[in-house]
């Protein structure tokens, strides 16, 4: 008897050095359905005041937000478009550090409410809530307000009005804390307690939240992995997708170059769904025509539920869930493209 507790007691603490993350639960996960998609034909709107697209999303349910990359053509980072005709609707926040400019922003993939894109600033570290509306109709009032949070913020969405959850650098680690609106600690989470901040390259990752919940998804750019936290209960999960993430010692020893390979490259989420790209290829090749991604989907429990294959190599993408639309930053011609996720869903789910 002693020797088979002796043996679970070893396996156990096997089992739990295979993973890096220090989470409530991990499991490999396998996929339900696996599909294919194409993009719709139907759409083809050019964006032709868009130089460069870096990154999108959805406000409102009505304007599709695009974020540009600053030339000397344009000194503003964002456009806006309605999602009803595609009519250009204008741009917004300038290249700047006014009042209502911004640097370098980063598109946080939350909505707490129906006008606001939140940010955050990379070149402050300062989180924002942007009024889009506000902008478009040239509004009397601040069309953008900063959020009471710490300055040092590597990573944040917004849950609610009041709640945050950031990841921040803390005594050379990356930690994450629930916070509130007076920056309040509510609860901390050491997902990669141990492992040096020296290896924070390795350890990117993207976050969004669910919406309408206090859940947040996270996934890693460098390892086939998903987590997933609920603020509610504090219980956190994370799964992988195959068994590469037992490497991660000798993945995080290696110096980065354009061989390693990247995983997951964006996120979105709706109510139901977490919609994660996938693309398990060195980082040299992201760009490249002909070599397809996949799309991931999972539920809100961790299940991996599709394996949509496509033929475009995507990057950023942002989900309308009242038309049931992917849309997605095709990288190797710099296009905005859309997958009606509608059919696709109906077929699997009758069988």
Known sequence: MRYFLLLASILLVACNQTTFMNVDEFRLVKVENVSTADQDSSFRTEFPEVINPLNLQIVKDTILVIQDQISDATETHFKAYSLNDYRYLGSFLHNGRGPEDVVSP?????????????????????????????????????????YNLPNNIVDWVPLDKTIHFVQLCERDEFVFQVLDSNKGLLDKLNIFQGIDINNATYLSLQMAKRVGYSQVAMVMCFFPQLSIYNVNDGT???????????????????????????????ITTSSDYIYAVYRDIPIGRLCESGIGSSIHVFDWDGNF??????????????????????????LSEGRIIRYDMTSLFAVNNSM
């Open 305 to 330: 539920k599709y394996d949509i294959k496509v033929k475009e190599s995507i990057g950023q993408m942002t989900y309308d869930e009242k038309n049931s639309c992917l849309y997605c930053i095709e």
């Open 236 to 266: 956190s999960m994370a799964v992988a997708v195959n068994k590469d993430f037992r490497d991660w010692k000798s993945i995080m020893a290696r110096r980065l170059s354009p061989s390693a390979t990247q995983y997951y490259s964006s």
């Open 106 to 146: 980063y598109v946080v993939k939350s909505l707490i409410d129906d006008v606001t894109l939140n940010l955050v600033d990379g070149a402050t570290g300062e989180a924002y809530k942007v009024d889009v509306s506000g902008f478009i109709t040239k509004s009397k009032g601040a069309k953008i307000q900063k």
